[in-house]
């Protein structure tokens, strides 16, 4: 058994008989951990109520080889993400990128960017800025870091550029005029002004966007091409959407 140590956050815990946790992680240099927290349902004293979803931490934990699960020694705090949460749109929106996070890590294979990527956004929903831009910056930029991000201006099927009237086609991305004739799947409009969205998402850092944030709405042209792109190479609709789908743009959160 090997003892390890690394800065992570927390993405998503459920129980394991009457005392335990299963906690998922992602690490910094380790990727994707699994863990059992002995006792931790029982009793705060071991963990300190530090297994919130995306509370940062530095862990400790022994790795079992062979084994999926590794036993969590225990957490110090890094950075407590709780109080933005107490917010009923960030904690739906947090639990999309909890989710979508723990599909597309690896374990024994460091996540430096995501890991980056996270805090970011999460320091730009302190700051105040929209759950709804960040959702889509985050999907954009988890498509990108893994190589799954199409050009913006071009074709996913011809490859040559999407011109006039391209049109966006359920996991399959974005197409022009051409290729969705051949295709002939239903397909929505995704013009110019949308794409523009998607190369400021491209150029920006989470705390810089001032989009429109009516076009990062829920079931919207922009959702549904980096969604869609999404639960497509993972092969699984995301559960978590539906919660965020919920709350309306407007609603209570900065436009």
Avoid at 75 to 82: L, M
Avoid at 127 to 137: F, T
Avoid at 165 to 170: A, F, G, I, K, Q
Wanted: charged share 30%; with cysteine.
């Amino acid at each position: 058994m090997k003892p390890l140590q690394d800065d992570a956050y927390v993405l998503r815990t459920q129980p394991l008989g009457e005392s335990d946790w299963i906690v998922s992680l992602l690490a910094k240099e380790h990727g994707l951990v699994r863990g059992v927290a002995k006792g931790a349902r029982r009793s705060r004293k071991r963990f300190g109520g530090l297994l919130q979803t995306l509370n940062e931490v530095n862990a400790r934990w022994v790795e079992k080889p062979g084994r999926d699960l590794h036993r969590l020694e225990g957490v110090e705090p890094r950075a407590d993400w709780t109080e933005i949460q107490s917010d009923p749109i960030v904690h739906a929106m947090c639990a999309v990128l909890s989710e979508v996070t723990e599909a597309f890590s690896h374990e024994a294979q460091a996540e430096r960017d995501i890991y980056r990527l996270i805090g970011a956004i999460l320091q730009a929903l302190r700051d105040g800025h929209s759950p709804y831009l960040l959702l889509r910056y985050f999907e954009f930029w988890m498509l990108r870091l893994h190589g799954l991000q199409d050009p913006i201006d071009v074709c996913g099927r011809c490859h040559e550029d999407l011109g006039q009237s391209p049109r966006l086609v359920d996991h399959g991305g974005l197409m022009c005029r051409k290729c969705h004739e051949v295709d002939g799947r239903p397909g929505r409009p995704f013009g110019r002004e949308l794409r523009r969205f998607l190369l400021e998402l491209q150029r920006s850092a989470p705390n810089d966007l001032t989009l429109d944030v009516a076009q990062a709405r829920p079931g919207g042209p922009v959702e549904s091409l980096l969604r869609g792109r999404l639960e497509a190479f993972a092969e699984r609709r995301f559960r978590t959407y539906r919660h965020f789908a919920q709350f309306p743009v407007g609603e209570g959160q900065p436009r």
